[in-house]
C-alpha cells in the first residue's frame, strides 16, 4: 500500500507501459470539466439577464402605474370643469334634451 502511494504521488501511472489508458482517461475527465465550467457560466449569464430583465419589467409597470393614475385623474369630470373655466366655458345649466326627428317619405 505505501508503494503504491508513493508511486501515485511520484506520477508513476503517467509515465509506464499502460500509461496510454491514463492519459486518455485523464483527456476525457478534462473535456469533461471544460464542458461543465462553459455551462456554469452560460447558466450564471442567463440568471443575470433574467434578473436584468424583472427589474425592467417592474420599472416599466410602475411607470404604467403612474401614467395610468394621472390619465384617471384628468378624466375626472371636476378636473375638466376647472381646466375649462380657465378658458371661459361653463357647464349648462339646463339639462340636454333629445330631439327626435320623424322622416317623411
Not at 483527456?27 to 450564471?44: K, N, P, Q, T, Y
Not at 440568471?47 to 417592474?58: G, P, S, T
Amino acid at each position: 500500500m505505501k508503494k503504491g502511494f508513493y508511486d501515485l504521488l511520484k506520477g508513476k501511472f503517467l509515465i509506464s507501459d499502460d500509461a496510454f489508458k491514463n492519459w486518455r482517461f485523464i483527456f476525457f475527465i478534462s473535456v469533461l470539466m471544460m464542458l461543465m465550467i462553459g455551462s456554469s457560466h452560460r447558466a450564471d449569464k442567463k440568471v443575470h439577464r433574467i434578473a436584468q430583465l424583472n427589474n425592467e419589467f417592474k420599472e416599466i409597470k410602475s411607470e404604467y402605474v403612474d401614467v395610468r393614475m394621472i390619465l384617471m385623474q384628468s378624466k375626472m369630470e371636476t378636473k375638466i370643469i376647472s381646466t375649462m373655466e380657465k378658458n371661459g366655458l361653463v357647464p349648462s345649466e339646463n339639462p340636454p334634451q333629445k330631439l327626435i326627428i320623424k322622416k317623411q317619405n
